[in-house]
């Protein structure tokens, strides 16, 4: 790890960020370039006192999740992201198949979706980025690690990730993600989603029946309900915005007409990123598919 470098690194990225550029308030009484610091850790997720010091070349090593949080917060490109890696002294992500790597572009478009859930989400069922509302409606994806950042994962080995779906539902959810990591499965055939497949059959006997099946089918969009701890009843339209590869989308979830969903919403945005109070993610995917 090259601590200097690191420090160095941030600060001339945060530095040649404006407020507009991620969008944030502009104010006059600015006295030095770019983001404060306090703004990226916001931005991040993280402490402003653990950025700081990373900045002054007195923290410990950031884990791979802190990364890819400042990724996201610094609109770092895939050569930029892969400098940061290794200066923190991690080996880089994989880029000879699909990586969770989001584009500025795209974290553009996210900040901009202020009253609606959004998140961009790759074909393992890994929330790569959220929106704040996103984050308040649904948990903060930035918490897990390893396996458990796909909510395939997280459906078939913690009975927590289902507490917020009826019981009668289950079933189809579970067919429904299985197709789609099959369809996934199909086209990547990489070593990390042959482990993830591999690590489930083992862990979920569930899981292991249902892939002898071989149904194919990718994730899009349906009607959904999620009961939040907070506000109650949410019913919400979700819909998937895939790119060309299928191996992203940019999730939306609108709120049906007719229902307080709305107003519901309304309330989690003033409560913010952390109003999820239970800590598990039971509701960070689609759950529908569709041919």
């Given at each position: 790890m090259?601590?200097?470098?690191l ?9 040649s ?7 944030l308030p ?8 770019g ?6 850790a916001?931005?991040?997720?993280i402490?402003?006192?653990?950025y700081?010091?990373l ?8 884990s ?10 610094l ?26 790597h ?40 930035g918490?897990?690690?390893g ?5 395939v ?8 990730s289902?507490?917020?779906?009826p019981?009668?539902?289950?079933d ?17 055939g ?5 482990g993830?497949?591999?690590r489930?059959?083992a ?10 099946q071989?149904?194919?089918?990718v994730?899009?969009g349906r009607r ?16 998937a915005?895939?790119e ?16 307080p ?7 989690l945005?003033?409560l ?5 109070a239970?800590?598990?993610?039971p ?9």
């Amino acid at each position: 790890m090259d601590t200097a470098q690191l420090a160095e690194f941030l600060r001339a990225r945060r530095e040649s960020l404006t407020p507009a550029d991620v969008r944030l308030p502009t104010s006059t009484r600015r006295r030095t370039p770019g983001l404060r610091r306090e703004e990226v850790a916001r931005l991040a997720d993280i402490s402003t006192d653990y950025y700081t010091r990373l900045e002054q070349n007195r923290a410990p090593q950031p884990s791979p999740s802190v990364l890819r949080a400042l990724t996201r917060a610094l609109r770092l490109s895939r050569d930029e992201r892969d400098h940061l890696f290794r200066l923190a002294g991690h080996g880089v992500p994989e880029r000879r198949g699909p990586d969770d790597h989001v584009s500025p572009a795209l974290l553009t478009v996210l900040d901009r979706l202020t009253d609606l859930p959004a998140q961009v989400m790759n074909d393992l069922g890994m929330t790569l980025a959220q929106n704040d509302l996103a984050r308040a409606v649904f948990g903060d994806a930035g918490q897990y690690e390893g396996d458990a950042r796909s909510v395939v994962h997280r459906w078939f080995t913690d009975p927590a990730s289902r507490a917020a779906w009826p019981a009668e539902e289950h079933d189809d959810e579970s067919r429904a993600l299985v197709a789609n990591l099959r369809a996934a499965f199909g086209r990547r055939g990489d070593l990390q989603i042959k482990g993830l497949v591999e690590r489930l059959r083992a862990a979920s006997p569930e899981f292991a029946a249902l892939w002898t099946q071989h149904d194919v089918a990718v994730l899009r969009g349906r009607r959904k309900k999620l009961v939040h701890p907070e506000v109650g009843l949410l019913e919400l339209d979700c819909e998937a915005l895939l790119e060309e590869g299928l191996t992203q989308m940019l999730a939306l979830f609108v709120p049906v007409p007719g229902t307080p969903t709305a107003e519901r919403l309304s309330v989690l945005a003033v409560l913010g990123p952390h109003a999820w109070a239970g800590g598990a993610q039971p509701f960070d995917h689609l759950g529908e598919a569709t041919g």
